[in-house]
């Protein structure tokens, strides 16, 4: 059987590259809630399906590892990319089980197979996904000089970065987050893509598949199959919405809208079904390069409100178009054209499961206060003398 990787086992199947985690946080930017599909798989090993691919990635202070499983006795696979989705479940089924016979017989390591071509495209494909031409800590400064309260929270919350996730995958995943929360989403997203995505490789217990195509999503049967998963309401949205961009647009039409503006193009998602500015901004700075993209929620209102003393125009309490409106262009003005950016941090910062880093002294206060040791220690002594 196969098992999820580990660096620490032998890093002969990894490949690398620099990235110093004030520019990447794996755990604070998988663990957000901008992606649904990652999860720790090992103490600090991040484990989800990327490109077609599934991956493991972890990290050092000053190196991003990664380890893709791939193989090239699987048939339905070229250089780790899709040749083609499964036509059906059954389909899909006896594909699986092909593979996991295969797999049997293979150890972990060798699930690896890698050329200088690969090497170089699992690269391409890490650098775009994480933006990292984007230098982050650059704009943690510009965001810290404006706003001093970014200043303090980015200290300790630092290498958050947006994703530029798949169009597709990003839509349908945020219609499921309507009036849901993170754990739970990951669960849908996780039942959406066993049941139909193509499955991509099987590691200890874990079946791994690609997002489904907004092709089968289109399908009519599609509803039904998602009442029957547990989505509720969400169901219509996903099959309504798939099925329109198909009848009116094309496959393509989503990638299409990273070359609009961000106007045009959250107008744009705002004409399907289940698409709110919500999770119209969301898809926005998650996949379509709106970094001004500002997704608010009841829960970023509240932190407009406690840290920085936003009061809504007109005294309003709850969250209509207009307080929506109002909230983005604040911190579109606060914080520049990356303004998603710094909201995401901040965001990530409020997050209970992330809590217990407040507790913990950052690398900068540490330096500070060995320099007051230091200067106390040096006091004492020129009083001795």
Known sequence: MSHHALLS???TAWRCLSCPKSELRLDLTLGCGQSFRWRETGEGHWTGVMGGRVWTL????????????????????????????????????????????????????????????QDGDDVEVLRDYFQLSVKLEDLYKEWGDADPHFSHTGNIFSGVRMLRQDPVECLFSFICSSNNHISRIQGMIERLCSTLGTPLCKLDDSVYHDFPSIEVLAESSVKAQLLDLGFGYRARFLQQSAHQIMSSHGPKWLLTLRNASYMQARDALLTLPGVGPKVADCVCLMSLDKSEAVPIDTHVLQIAKRDYNYVPGGGQKTLTNKVYKEIGDFFRTLWGSYAGWAHSVLFCADLKKFQNLKEIPTIKEEKQQATKQRKRIQTVKTEAK
């Open 9 to 11: 086992l032998g890093a």
């Open 58 to 117: 972890t990290q050092t202070e000053d190196t991003l590892w990664y380890h893709v499983y791939r193989r090239h006795s699987d048939p339905g696979l070229i250089k780790g990319r899709k040749r083609k989705k499964a036509a059906n479940s059954q389909e899909s089924a006896k594909k699986l089980k092909e593979m996991s016979v295969v797999k049997e017989e293979e150890d972990a390591e060798s699930f690896y197979t890698s050329t200088s071509e």
